[in-house]
């Protein structure tokens, strides 16, 4: 036992024997060092400290499910006799989140049914106006005196200066003068974003509206009054420029989201089964008919069921809810079928599921960069799927493995 | 559950040696075996070098999808997880260079946070230093954090570290030593601040007395 009377903390935490010690003790081990220290009085202090820090030697770890790592396994084995590498990442990111159920909402036939009881000249304007042409391959952009204008590519800028002077992608466009007679009279311009295309739009306050594919959006040609409305039948991403005294309300017909400064994505197709919305910064009023209204911190999501109208508040990656601006899909337990509608609307090709499939919830992320193949090959790898694709249209099968 | 697989395990195969030998040989039970038995300890250290955890997983995935490819020409050893977690490093590594187009990677990151669990210590002092000691880890350089992950938490011995981090010997030897005087001292300070109080209440009850 002389070997230890040279010993400083350091040595017995570097200690083999030691750090063994500390970290699984048994009867042996415990008598060992009681010796040690009644043979050396001197060092009780540096071996007191000294299993104080071996103790303390804990970390935080990401966590990695049972789950996880089986289907980490499931790719490695079905990789190992092809010539090709998984890019696993756009498969399994994100895994070691929590996991959230994401359900989205469509709001049409809901509106349709129950537009007596709305007296909004927004929303009227919105039911009586036509739904999104989803075939069509350009932008419009419907002016407030009904004329249309057209914008060919892919993802387009557009931007209202204060005088609701409207430029798409830095050209000016021209649109009737309201006269000043018939200024209470509110004017709406309305863009229609087909699938296969994304927008920008930037208003006059500042504030930025990113619209995804197979939506539609109609708001004031300005902004008049007290409040800054905008109506929205698909999916937005929204960057409100702060003004308390003018607060932003987007209106879903469902829901009303009101805002004085925040960035949020709203998600409301009329295909869809639900509805969602996610706050990035900020906080956002919901309100719902009928129900108590619910505010939303960042990282949080709620969603409503179409069919029972119910609320669900989740903690959410936002990221999630928001990746699709960068043209990425990224989702946790989603049903594949709603997984299938975004890839329809990416890629501007309809998606028919020909065999049962509503059961399967995949995890995973998709870079629709990448052409149809490739993203419907990952998603093949997710749930028991195989898939044609013909000139017009997608076929989804039943595969017969699992 | 993690101990419990690996017991399993020694029922089976006597020593590690063996094991990867059984692998080398074909036999698809051992390299699943091999696969359940690491891949968690692999998915945290590989966390430690990057935050992306798809990146992680693509990389442990490269990593086993390549010993299953070659795995008549992959070497021998007797201590696969040091072999296993040297290899993930150097593939981590090579892809965040080819990811970052640089070629310094020796200032990589080791993204080590230290927890420890509050309620556990009901020591008012203890409890006080533990705090300390947190602190002091979590501001501990890059490589003093990754040598105390690879000795306390993976349990290699400094010849192994050496392997992995690429420095002789002697370096994690000084490297060890000079992290764990940074942590003493963070709590060697509390000490004399405690003895101080103590001292100084004990002088008032003495001047009162």
């Not at chain 1, 490695?76 to 989140?97: M, P, S």
């Not at chain 1, 929590?98 to 537009?115: C, D, K």
């Not at chain 1, 952009?141 to 800028?157: C, F, G, K, M, P």
């Not at chain 1, 928001?322 to 609307?345: A, D, M, P």
Request: net charge neutral.
């Amino acid at each position: 036992m002389k070997e230890y009377s040279t010993y400083k903390c350091a040595d017995f935490a570097s200690n083999q024997a030691f750090i063994n010690w500390v970290q699984h003790p048994d009867p042996n081990s415990d008598a060992f060092w009681a010796a040690v220290v009644t043979s050396h009085p001197g060092l009780e202090k540096e071996i007191e400290d000294a299993k104080l820090l071996v103790q303390s030697m804990q970390f935080e770890e990401k966590e990695f499910t049972k789950d996880d790592a089986q289907a980490l396994w499931h790719i490695i084995t079905t990789d190992t006799h092809k010539k090709n590498k998984t890019i696993v990442r756009y498969l399994y990111a994100g895994v070691a989140c929590a996991a959230s159920i994401a359900v989205l909402f469509g709001l049409w036939q809901w509106l349709g049914n129950n537009s007596d009881k709305q007296s909004d000249a927004l929303v009227e304007f919105a039911a009586n106006t036509a739904r999104p042409v989803t075939t069509g391959n350009d932008i419009q952009v419907v002016l407030s005196d009904q004329t249309n204008y057209t914008i060919a590519t892919d993802h387009s800028e557009l931007k209202y200066d204060e005088k609701g002077q409207l430029t798409v992608d830095s050209q000016e466009v021209t649109q009737q003068q309201i006269p000043t007679t018939k200024k209470e009279e509110i004017k709406f311009n309305q863009v229609i974003v087909p699938w296969g295309k994304r927008t920008t739009i930037s208003f006059a306050d500042g504030t930025r509206m990113w619209l995804n594919a197979g939506s539609r959006a109609i708001y004031p040609v300005e902004f008049t009054g007290n409040k800054r409305e905008v109506y929205i039948e698909g999916e937005a991403f929204f960057e409100v420029t702060k003004d308390a005294s003018k607060p932003f309300v987007v209106k879903t017909g469902i829901i009303e989201i009101c805002v004085t400064g925040t960035s949020f994505n709203v998600n409301s197709y009329p295909k869809d089964d639900n509805l969602s919305i996610a706050l990035v910064t900020g906080t956002v009023e919901v309100k719902q008919k009928g129900k108590e209204q619910i505010t939303l911190k960042p990282n949080q999501a709620m969603h409503i069921d179409k069919k029972t109208l119910a609320q669900e508040l989740l903690e959410v990656d936002v990221f999630d809810y928001i990746c699709w601006r960068e043209g990425l899909l990224r989702f946790k337990s989603e049903t594949l079928k709603n997984v299938l509608r975004r890839i329809e609307r990416h890629y501007a090709i309809p998606v028919a599921i020909k065999d049962t499939l509503e059961q399967y919830h995949i995890s995973g992320k998709l870079d629709l960069r990448n052409n149809i193949a490739e993203a419907l090959d990952i998603v093949a790898k997710l749930a028991p799927i195989r898939y044609e694709i013909t000139n017009n249209e997608v076929f989804i099968y039943k595969s017969d493995r699992l | 559950m993690h101990e419990f697989i690996v017991k399993k395990i020694d029922l089976t195969y006597t020593d590690d040696a063996q094991l990867w030998d059984s692998f080398r040989n074909g036999n698809s039970h051992a390299f699943s075996h091999i696969y359940k038995v690491h891949v968690q300890a692999l998915f945290r250290y590989g966390s430690k070098l990057s935050p992306d955890t798809g990146f992680v997983m693509d990389c442990i995935h490269d990593l086993f999808v390549d010993l299953s490819r070659h795995r008549t020409t992959v070497g021998i050893t007797d201590n696969i997880r040091f072999y296993l977690i040297r290899s993930l490093k150097h593939k981590i590594l090579r892809n965040l260079k080819k990811l970052h187009k640089t070629d310094n990677v020796s200032d990589y990151p080791f993204l080590l946070e230290a927890a420890f669990d509050e309620r556990l210590h009901e020591q008012e002092v203890n409890l006080h230093k533990r705090r300390c000691l947190r602190d002091a880890l979590n501001k501990l350089p890059e490589r003093q954090k990754e040598i105390i992950y690879l000795r306390y938490i993976n349990d290699f011995k400094n010849e192994e570290i050496a392997q992995i981090m690429d420095i002789t010997y002697q370096a994690v030897r000084n490297t060890l030593h000079k992290a764990i005087e940074n942590l003493r001292k963070s709590i060697s300070k509390e000490d004399i601040i405690l003895f101080t109080l103590i001292f100084r209440n004990q002088k008032i009850i003495d001047v009162k007395e």
